[in-house]
């Protein structure tokens, strides 16, 4: 078994083995971003607590998929401190988020940490920045169109959707375990959509208009 | 909505439950009538968004929970889930609602554009907490007809049940299932992964790190001396029992292991039959350790 974060979890080339061939200087571009980032942040419940991170790293040692990021926790919020958020965006760091919450529970300073790895994403989704290995983001991409068309998940069409914009050869690894469950009687291969999906549009669509981001 | 003597709920299956998970809403809806409790389903409920919805785009997926928090109040009962990721973000929906006036009027003014509202009166439940909290140790106790002597099982609680708002059990060190198994008449063992991710949609996506991080749990529970583990969570539920092969081989260690609901075993304890709570769907032996193991 590799070690956590050994060369065996990170696939391609490393994003800090190209970094460190280029001058560290934060570009405009990536300060305007990590000034948007900010403004963002501010904005959600408790958001305003990482201006007061001290860089401790128990968000880091908390984290069950930190030793596989390029970027861990708190080097994120150094990173957005140095103005250079978009380092981090391009790196799979964010995407390997799996919502656990331990680094919010445990933060000294309360910072919700969670919650500010899901802005994350939302500002790489919202200018495309992440890294075409980031199968997450697809997935995620992918679960949000099949909510969208039918107002409840749908397991096969999900998956379909899924393995034919990542590696449609990959979904024959997940055979066996779709024939255990097909014996079984647990997959349902025809969407279900609810009555209120026009309703449900509406609302969205009422966001949409109010400026909701 | 007062909590402390409800009996009758909404009930949000939510969509794993309705597909890959359908054992886990037969078996809670047979305990439930046991218990004396009426989850009538929330009709024409809609996804709660989860994890991936959140990461894409957050007030629509407000809005996804604040719907299906519009259709319970309309009913006029709370809302129970058994589902820790649709439990997290109806809750969390609620909780930003009440605490964020600005939020609050956004989803409001979305909702009426569906012709809905929502007013805060709603409680979000998981019927976990239902069952320990509400119905409580005594009458828990006095459904058991078929104690569950001798069975050693290792409660796995995942993440979202218990983080990151506390509210209804410790973050790091949950007890409503280890209290529960006690009192059907088995032993929990003591197992520190119990509340450590699983890897979630990662076993899809990111197969070497969910398989690593499942395989510690399974490991956890074996070297625990468990006989079985129990979840309260579909998604757990489908990582713990899905790739034992993988995720042994991931971490290099023996992970067959019974995973079953924590609503199947109180069950079998409360003498339901196999077939009521669907013991057959699951991918792992539970019926054989349950013969094995259980003393009669």
């Known amino acids: 078994m590799p070690p956590c974060g050994s060369a065996l979890w990170r696939t391609g080339d490393s994003e800090r083995d190209i970094l460190r061939k280029e001058p560290i200087v934060a570009t405009t571009e990536a300060k305007d971003l990590s000034r948007e980032f900010l403004r963002r942040v501010h904005e959600l419940p408790q958001g305003k607590k990482i201006d007061e991170c001290i860089q401790c790293g128990t968000c880091s040692a908390s984290c069950p998929t930190s030793a596989a990021m390029e970027y861990g926790p708190r080097e994120i919020i150094a990173a957005l401190r140095a103005g250079m958020l978009d380092r981090v965006l391009r790196s799979n760091t964010v995407w390997l988020c799996a919502s656990c919450y331990s680094c919010t529970v445990r933060c000294p300073a309360k910072i919700p940490f969670t919650d500010v790895m899901y802005e994350l994403k939302r500002l790489g989704i919202k200018y495309g920045i992440y890294p075409k290995r980031t199968t997450n983001a697809v997935m995620s991409e992918a679960f949000a169109e099949v909510v969208d068309a039918h107002g409840r998940n749908a397991e096969p069409k999900l998956i379909r959707k899924y393995y034919l914009r990542t590696n449609p050869f990959k979904i024959f690894g997940q055979l066996g375990l779709t024939m255990r469950l097909i014996a079984r009687g647990r997959l349902d291969f025809l969407p279900h959509t609810i009555k209120g999906i026009e309703g449900l549009r509406k609302m969205v669509a009422a966001a949409e208009e109010n400026g909701s981001q | ?296």
């Open chain 2, 1 to 296: 909505m007062n909590t402390t003597t409800n009996t009758a709920f909404s009930y949000f299956p939510g969509c794993s439950v309705q597909g890959t998970n359908k054992a886990y809403g037969i078996s809670t809806q047979k305990v439930a009538k046991v218990l004396g409790l009426e989850l009538v389903e929330l009709d024409d409920w809609n996804c709660c968004g989860a994890t991936a919805y959140m990461s894409i785009h957050e007030k629509h997926s407000f809005i996804l929970c604040a719907r299906n928090l519009a259709l319970a109040e309309k009913e006029g009962r709370d809302l129970v889930t058994v589902c820790n990721g649709c439990y997290l973000v109806l809750r969390k929906t609620s909780k930003y609602m009440a605490e964020d006036a600005k939020l609050r009027v956004d989803i409001q003014k979305a909702l009426a554009a569906g012709g809905m509202e929502y007013n805060g009166h709603v409680q979000v439940r998981h019927f976990l907490d239902v069952v320990v909290r509400d119905v409580g140790e005594e009458r828990v106790r006095e459904s058991v007809t078929k104690p569950l002597a001798g069975l050693k099982v290792a409660p796995y609680y995942g993440c979202q049940i218990g983080r990151p708002f506390a509210e209804i059990d410790d973050a790091e060190d949950p007890q409503m299932m280890d209290r529960l198994t006690e009192w059907i008449g088995a032993e929990p063992v003591e197992f520190p992964l119990k509340a450590k991710c699983c890897g979630g949609m990662m076993m899809t996506t990111q197969s070497e790190i969910g398989q690593e991080l499942s395989g510690k749990i399974l490991r956890n529970a074996k070297r625990a001396g468990a006989d079985c583990i129990i979840t309260a969570c579909p998604l757990c539920q489908l990582n713990l029992e899905g790739y034992q092969d993988a995720a042994g081989a991931a971490v290099g260690a023996d992970c067959d292991i019974p995973v079953l609901y924590f609503t199947q075993l109180l069950g079998v304890a409360q003498g339901l039959s196999p077939k009521d709570l669907a013991l057959a769907d699951s991918l792992t032996p539970v019926e054989a350790v349950l013969a094995e193991k259980v003393r009669s």
